[in-house]
């Protein structure tokens, strides 16, 4: 059976394995790294006669490639599709070798979010086709969008000077256009003890009970969050993820720690999530006890405008193709939180459920690909 172009790239694109390390050693360095599947996008860009460059350094490169458009009065935009992929533990496909069943890919990144760039690429070779695109377009392929937003920066620092009109990330939305999103702050405390024999623990200062404590004033600020939601997204939220501590069962610990993700809503950032935790320590009686040790954002939050231009045309776009154009808010960070923040205004879309992104059998159904494809041909082509 013959199958679609983007198909095609999305079997050839899911078998170049680019995990992201996420900072981890124990992952076979044959599958780490984005700078195979980038080297791909560059070859297949030349054969549509579209000089690429890659960005960055060593296993980690992102790609970029300007298209022009035919008008001198054209918009700008920039189409980002992050080009690494969560880690494989545990999953029950093998997951690059992608495999159809039933109008579904499966295989990792397929949904998040190789997919979009599947699309992307699809289109752009159909309008180049038939002549010029009605945009001047902006492709971009990042690294490293689920851990440290290396690659993102990469691109911002590349992109400063030529002032694209607005952008579009493509993540799983389901092809719903999201306009707002939450940020992300990791952040991490630490507690000081006094160790002393575990059979007189009287005459020490036990750090792990003191982290309970810290662990108790996290649970509290979730709740003091809760009161001031936003319109669109809800409540900023706070969790505790990992914790740590201790020397041996029989010491009492003189250190202990908890790192938890902190979800912050539009007019948030690690400073004002910093203030708030620093003053919950206090609060909690643990100031001098506990120190707020890390606090850095991974993604800023999104908050464009319905009546910003580059979401009017997405909207126009989503239409033209008989989708729902009505824009929308989601949980999960994107790199259109640091373009925005750049000056770029963002949306988000893409084909994929983000309930099948990062699963152990991680798929994407073949029609929303082909609506994606689709929204990119009337995006781009005249
Ligand atoms: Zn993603």
Same mark, same amino acid.
């Given at each position: 059976?013959?199958?679609?172009?983007?198909?095609?790239?999305l079997?050839?694109?899911?078998?170049?394995?680019?995990v992201?390390?996420?900072g981890?050693?124990d992952i076979d360095?044959?599958?780490t790294?984005?700078t195979?599947?980038?080297e791909?996008?560059?070859?297949q860009?030349?054969?549509?006669?579209?000089?690429?460059?890659?960005?960055?350094?060593?296993?980690r490169k992102?790609?970029?490639?300007h298209?022009?458009?035919?008008?001198?009065?054209?918009?700008?935009?920039?189409?980002?599709s992050?080009l690494?992929?969560?880690?494989?533990?545990?999953?029950?496909i093998?997951?690059?070798?992608?495999?159809?069943e039933r109008?579904?890919?499966y295989g990792?990144?397929?949904?998040?979010?190789?997919?979009?760039?599947?699309?992307?690429v699809?289109?752009?070779?159909?309008?180049?086709?038939?002549?010029k695109?009605?945009?001047?377009l #902006?492709?971009?392929g990042?690294?490293?969008?689920?851990?440290?937003? =290396?690659?993102i920066q990469? &691109?911002i +620092?590349h992109? !400063? %000077?030529?002032?694209?009109?607005?952008?579009?990330?493509?993540e799983?939305?389901?092809m719903r256009?999201?306009?707002?999103?939450?940020?992300?702050?990791?952040?991490?405390?630490?507690?000081?003890g006094?160790?002393?024999?575990g059979s007189?623990?009287?005459?020490?200062d036990n750090?792990?009970?003191?982290?309970?404590?810290?662990?108790l004033a996290?649970?509290?600020?979730?709740?003091?969050?809760?009161?001031?939601p936003d319109?669109?997204?809800g409540?900023?939220?706070?969790?505790?993820?990992?914790?740590?501590?201790?020397?041996?069962v029989?010491?009492v610990?003189?250190?202990a720690?908890?790192?938890?993700?902190?979800?912050? #809503?539009?007019?948030?950032?690690e400073?004002?999530?910093r203030?708030? =935790?620093e003053?919950?320590? &206090?609060? +909690?009686?643990l !100031? %001098?006890?506990?120190?707020?040790?890390?606090?850095?954002c991974?993604?800023?939050?999104?908050?464009t405008?319905d009546?910003?231009?580059?979401?009017?045309?997405?909207?126009?776009?989503l239409?033209?193709?008989?989708l729902?154009?009505?824009p929308?808010g989601?949980a999960?960070?994107?790199?259109?939180?640091?373009?925005s923040?750049?000056?770029i205004?963002?949306?988000?879309?893409?084909?994929?459920h983000?309930?099948?992104?990062?699963?152990?059998?991680?798929?994407?159904?073949l029609?929303?690909?082909?609506?994606?494809?689709?929204f990119?041909v009337?995006?781009l082509?005249?």
């Open positions: 059976m013959s199958r679609s172009a983007a198909t095609e790239n079997r050839d694109y899911v078998a170049i394995p680019s992201n390390p996420m981890r050693e360095g044959a599958i790294g984005e195979r599947y980038a791909h996008l560059k070859g860009l030349g054969q549509l006669g579209v000089d690429a460059e890659l960005l960055g350094a060593g296993e992102s790609v970029v490639a298209v022009q458009a035919s008008g001198s009065d054209a918009d700008t935009v920039v189409v980002a992050h690494d992929t969560v880690p494989v533990d545990g999953m029950t093998d997951p690059f070798a992608p495999r159809i109008e579904r890919l990792r990144g397929s949904c998040d979010t190789k997919g979009g760039m599947a699309a992307l699809a289109a752009l070779s159909r309008v180049l086709e038939r002549g695109l009605r945009r001047n #902006i492709l971009v990042e690294s490293d969008e689920e851990a440290g937003s =290396l690659g990469d &691109v +620092a992109l !400063a %000077g030529r002032r694209p009109n607005w952008a579009i990330a493509t799983p939305t389901g256009l999201v306009t707002h999103h939450k940020g992300c702050v990791t952040a991490r405390i630490d507690a000081r006094r160790s002393v024999h007189d623990p009287d005459a020490g750090a792990i009970e003191t982290m309970a404590l810290a662990v996290v649970r509290q600020e979730n709740e003091r969050l809760r009161a001031h319109q669109r997204l409540p900023a939220t706070i969790s505790v993820g990992l914790a740590g501590g201790g020397k041996g029989n010491v610990p003189d250190q720690w908890l790192s938890a993700d902190r979800r912050t #809503i539009p007019g948030e950032d400073g004002s999530v203030a708030q =935790l003053r919950a320590l &206090v609060e +909690a009686g !100031a %001098g006890r506990t120190e707020l040790t890390e606090c850095y991974n993604k800023d939050p999104l908050s405008p009546d910003d231009p580059g979401v009017m045309r997405a909207r126009q776009a239409r033209d193709v008989g729902d154009d009505s929308t989601v999960f960070g994107t790199d259109a939180g640091p373009l923040l750049a000056g205004p963002s949306v988000v879309l893409g084909p994929g983000i309930a099948q992104a990062h699963t152990k059998d991680e798929w994407i159904e029609g929303q690909l082909e609506e994606m494809t689709e990119f009337r995006l082509g005249r």
